[in-house]
Each structure stands twice: as structure tokens, then as C-alpha cells.
Nanobody
């Protein structure tokens, strides 16, 4: 089992920044592809960013590319999502997720590929 706890959400004005933090515990954190997803009211949960366990290759949704940065610190069992130039449309509950399979060679950016989820943290961007 992998337990995930997100923090760092809040209310910010458009153009501002936030850094989300995901603290992991349980199995060997370094062997899991990690991701961030978000869900806005009335919408489906969508992929935001992911980072590969083996070489820290990163993947981003087109809507956040160039504005968000995912990173990880295996020594601290932590994943980060730095969010800059925030827009009102970024408003959502943000979820940290770990791949359901450790040491998976490929990163799959679908919700079904991630078997461990945190409870989420609210991000609200005002215009």
C-alpha cells in the first residue's frame, strides 16, 4: 500500500503561484511513477502532470505545459507540483496519485493506471 497526503492548496489571484506537496508513505516510493490530476465541479478528473520513476522524465497536459512543473524528492518521499501563472480555469481539487504498478516501464496518463490516491487539495484561482 501507498498512502498519499496532499497539501499546499489555497486561494490565489490569477497570475499567482502555488506549490502543491504530496507526502507518500508505505512501499518504496522511488519505484513508482507519480502523477497529479485535478477535478473541477461537474467535470471528470483529468490528468495534469506525471513523473517517471526511473529517470524523472516529466509529462504534462497541454493546458498546463510551460506553467506547471512536477518534481520529486525520493529522499523525502515527496512529489511537488509548482504552479505558476495560474488561471481561473485551473480551479479544481488536485489529487496526487501513484501508479498501481511499481517499476512500470511506461507512464500511462490515465486515471485507471494509478491505483493509489490522496484525498485532494482545493485550488481556487480568482479572476
Amino acid at each position: 500500500q501507498v498512502q498519499l497526503v496532499e497539501s499546499g492548496g489555497g486561494l490565489v489571484q490569477a497570475g499567482g503561484s502555488l506549490r502543491l506537496i504530496c507526502a507518500a508513505s508505505g512501499r518504496t516510493f522511488s519505484g513508482y511513477n507519480m502523477g497529479w490530476f485535478r477535478q473541477a465541479p461537474g467535470k471528470e478528473r483529468e490528468f495534469v502532470a506525471a513523473i517517471k520513476w526511473s529517470d524523472d522524465t516529466t509529462y504534462y497536459a497541454d493546458s498546463v505545459k510551460g506553467r506547471f512543473t512536477i518534481s520529486r524528492d525520493n529522499a523525502k518521499n515527496t512529489v511537488y507540483l509548482q504552479m505558476n501563472s495560474l488561471k481561473p480555469e485551473d480551479t479544481a481539487v488536485y489529487y496526487c496519485a501513484a501508479d498501481s504498478l511499481s517499476y512500470r516501464r511506461a507512464v500511462r496518463i490515465t486515471t485507471s493506471a494509478f491505483g493509489y490516491w490522496g484525498r485532494g487539495t482545493q485550488v481556487t484561482v480568482s479572476s
